[in-house]
């Protein structure tokens, strides 16, 4: 599997591939480090998954995911965040991500991955 980390901060994206390797030894990580650089990252390397944050320079989560859809729209992506659930969960999932994960509860994300991934 090849998942695309998506964060302006290392260490969230180094805690993300810590814990996914832990859970998925064979996963192969790619890194990027705002939305544009998502969307580039996205057609060159063909990810299985993407976990996007939303506040980053360049080009947000939000309008990345809007850019990812409309190249793919079976593409999956889980939205980490340490904003408010009830303040940004709806604009992403109509963006067109599948699920919201607040980066306190980064633990549950290999629970997550594994449901989706079905």
Same mark, same amino acid.
């Given at each position: 599997?090849?998942? *695309?980390?998506?964060?302006?901060?290392?260490?969230?994206?180094? *805690?993300?591939?810590?814990? #996914?390797?832990? %859970?998925?030894?064979?996963?192969?990580?790619?890194?990027?480090?705002? =939305?544009?650089?998502?969307?580039?990252?996205?057609?060159?390397?063909?990810?299985?998954?993407?976990? @996007?944050?939303? *506040?980053?320079?360049?080009?947000?989560?939000?309008?990345?995911?809007?850019?990812?859809?409309?190249?793919?729209?079976?593409?999956?992506?889980?939205?980490?965040?340490?904003?408010?659930?009830?303040?940004?969960?709806?604009? +992403?999932?109509?963006? =067109?991500?599948?699920?919201? *994960?607040?980066?306190?509860?980064? +633990? #549950?994300?290999?629970? @997550?991955? %594994?449901?989706?991934?079905?």
């Amino acid at each position: 599997m090849k998942i *695309l980390i998506v964060d302006d901060n290392k260490q969230i994206r180094n *805690l993300i591939k810590k814990i #996914l390797k832990k %859970t998925f030894p064979d996963v192969i990580a790619v890194e990027a480090t705002d =939305g544009k650089d998502a969307v580039e990252q996205f057609t060159k390397e063909k990810p299985d998954l993407i976990t @996007m944050d939303i *506040l980053m320079d360049n080009m947000d989560g939000v309008e990345a995911i809007k850019k990812i859809i409309s190249i793919s729209d079976k593409t999956k992506i889980i939205v980490i965040s340490q904003l408010p659930e009830d303040e940004y969960k709806q604009e +992403t999932l109509n963006a =067109g991500a599948i699920e919201y *994960l607040n980066k306190e509860s980064l +633990t #549950l994300l290999p629970e @997550m991955i %594994t449901r989706i991934c079905k």
